[in-house]
């Protein structure tokens, strides 16, 4: 199956990875969470390829993650923003920062993310809505729709 394909199948996992999947794409959404916006500027943080940018950017915006604004007429220049759909993206990077602190790091993490309201230190976690109980994977159950991939 090829990459492009995983948007067609039935499976959240897929779809997602259809989406943010491809090499770069991750470190792309990290710029703009960082509140990076202009091309240039997310080039020179990232040491991308003019094409390799354009076209993460562009399946970004295809997929309504991102959306592309002018900011300047003369030349024309754009910025990119993230979208609703895009800010909804903010835990799974959280997670990956986590696991990569865990798995990743020797001695202290590259950074510390801190509740702007109190200066503590942010913790992401899988909780029941309805308990409040902290759940691990033991904890949950797939239930899967007939046609689930």
Known sequence: ?????????????AR???????????LVLRELFRGRRRFEVIQDQLGLGRSVLTDRLRTLVEHG??????????PRRHEYRLTPKGEDLYPLLVAMIRWGDRWSTDGD????LEHRGCGHEVDLRL???????????RDVTAVFAPDAW
């Open 127 to 137: 909780a029941c809505p309805a308990c409040d109980r902290d759940l691990g994977r």
């Open 16 to 26: 997602t990875w259809a989406v943010v999947g491809e090499r770069w794409t991750m």
């Open 1 to 13: 199956m090829r990459h492009d394909d995983l948007a067609d199948v039935n499976c959240s996992v």
């Open 109 to 112: 993490p590259p950074v510390v």
């Open 65 to 74: 993650v991102v959306v592309r604004e002018p900011y300047q007429d003369s």
